[in-house]
Structures are given as C-alpha cells and as structure tokens.
C-alpha cells in the first residue's frame, strides 16, 4: 500500500535535504514532521507571493517603456501618459499604481531588464508583442553580475526598488551581492546603504574581515516580513489587520477602544484600522483613523501597549501632519489625534493638535473629544479585567 503513494521515492526541499529525513513513527516525529512541512510550504508560499509581485511590476514598467517607444497613439498623451495611466489603473482596481509607482516600475525596469529571461512560459504571452525571454540583456559587465534567476528568486519587490535608487552599477552589484549573501531583510538594506558599507569597503584595507563583521550583525529576512510588505498587502488585496502582528492585549483593546468611541455618542464614525501612509520612502500604519462628523475632522488613534515615550507623540504628529497636508478636504477642519499609553496599573492620553494655534478652536475640540478622564478609565477598566481573566487562566 505504501508503495502506490511513492513512499520508496527520496523527496526534498529546495536546500536538497531529504523531508523524510530518518521518520519514526512516534508521537514526537508526527509533531516535527507537520512542523517541517508547514515551515517548508509556507516559505514556498512567501516565495511565490514575492515573485509573483516583482514580475508584475517588472512587466508594468515594460509595457510603459515599450509604449512609449511604439505606440500609435503616445502623441496624444506626451507628459500626462503616466498621470492617466495610474488614474485609468486606479479606478479599475489594479493596486499601487500611483504616479510615482509607474514610475518606480519604468525605472525597475530599465535598470534589471535581464529579468525578462526568468519569464517562464506559461506568462510569456504578457509579454509585449515580439518581446522574448531571450531577447534583452543588461548592462552591467557578465562577470562581475549575478544571473537574473538568481537575483529574481532571491530578493523582494522591497529589496528591488532600494537596488534600483542606486545610480552606480558596481555599486548596486556589491549591495546585491552582500543581500542575497547575508539574506537582509528590506530594512537591513537599507541601513547599509545609508552607513555607506559600499564607501567603506573601498576605502578598507581588509574587505573580507569587514565583511564578516557587517554580516555577523544584520538583521536577516523571514517569511513573515515578505507578507507583512506594504507592496504584499495591496497585491494580494489584504487588510493590513489581517496580517499585522499585535499582541492579545493591544488586539483586544483596539477591538473594545473602537466599540467604546463609537458608543460614547461624540459624533465619530469609524474609518480604518491599520491605515498605510506612505512617507517618503517608508510606509507606516496607523493603529486607527476615524471621521468626526461634529468637529468635520479625521481623529487618528495610537495605542502603545507600555510607558509614554515624547517619541510617540512625535510619531503621531507626523502622521497628523501629513493628514492635514494630503488627507484634508474642502470643508474639513484640521486633523487630530489621540495617543494612548498603557502601563500595569496606569494609563496616559496625549493629545496631538499639530499646526493648530486657534485657542478657541483647540477648546472645541477638547468640549467635543471625550475627556482624558473618560479614556483613561476606559484603558484601567480593560486592563484590570485582561490581568483577572489571565489570574483565572493562571489558578
């Protein structure tokens, strides 16, 4: 019987090792085998996710740059091609295609266009029309390059769009060379970047010694970090909730804090959870964001599950700021938030009012925002009965 399912067949993962791998038939090895099986599918799962995301972006900046050599009609559009492009993609649905991600994804692709030789056959018909997967190569010398499979299955979309900011090819070709090496996250690329590791690896005398040093430290990139990619969420038409990590109490709280200013009959109407905003170059979340239907104004929430840090308060008049500057419409007053802090015994509420000095104008806010008081009881009551359901659990 064992045979007709292909036991007597040696199967492996993709680092060759053999997933059977001395099986007894205990208790114990079921449990590390199911372990095993997950881990190993659901890295083929991040990875599928990652190409699937950087060949279609790949394929988007194709498509732009071979319609603005060959298309019949590119005279009528010049200038405003890609600012009619993203509001034609935007309104159909298609994700992350604003201005300035068509035109990351023209530069992505004029800068790797060796990655069309990792097209396999079933999506060469995306490509444009008497384009092959052999027919482009790059630019950069064959010798010192990686082979574009290599580089296709090894980085993200993320890692991608650091590597092609960079205008030197050495320079680019060292960095891709260290990341797959040491296997950086988004993150510890682009702390190396900034450092300047490319600058002062020129200038040492003992490269492979600095190498070892920079490589003992990084921060390596897992599974989780892959889904948890702004990019990823969008592509895959996630919620950032749904993928987020938070601990039990900051979840339960989220979920309860949302009930409890909905209920307080204060005018607010709940907007998002785990908002993306994109600053710069970096995304952040914000933990909440709703509408104030008396003030007429966004109220954006953060709730730090530990001690009040002045950071914190930056953090969110950033996030206020840049509300104001790209969220506000006509009619509506000035965004605000609220930060939250939780301790074991102790709860703390900031409020954020950035750019406002109107008095009175702050004084409504403050007679129409449930006072700190109210919140704080709030946050105590919760937690106290949190830390009684855990003693229960305990006893």
Known sequence: ???QFGHSDVRKNAEGKDLRNEY???????????IR???????????AVNTSLTLRNWMIGMHIAEYELNGEDRGNYGDKLIQMLSEKLSAAGVSNCNRRQLYRYLDFYRVYPQIVGTVSPQFENLLPHGISTSGIVGTASPQLSLSSKKLFNSVSYSHFELLTGLDEPIKRIFYEVECIKGNWSVRELKRQIASLYYERSGLSMDKKRLSEFVQSGVETAHPIQVIRDPYVFEFLGLNPKEVMNESDLEGTLHDKLQQFLLELGHGFCFEARQKRILIGDEHFFIDMVFYHRILKCH????????????EYLGQLNTYVS?????????????PMGILLCTKKNHALVEYALAGMDNKLFVSKYQLELP?????????????????????????
């Open 299 to 310: 109220v954006l929430i953060e709730l730090k599950v530990g001690g009040f840090n002045h």
């Open 37 to 47: 099986i997950h881990g190993e599918l659901a890295r083929q799962a991040t990875h």
């Open 322 to 334: 840049w509300y104001r500057a790209n969220e506000m419409t006509d009619g509506d007053n000035p």
């Open 1 to 3: 019987m064992r045979e």
């Open 24 to 34: 007894h038939n205990d208790f114990q090895s079921l449990v590390k085998t199911i």
């Open 371 to 395: 006072k700190r008081e109210e919140i704080q009881r709030f946050l105590e009551e919760q937690m106290a009965e949190k830390m009684r359901e855990e003693g229960m659990v305990r006893e």
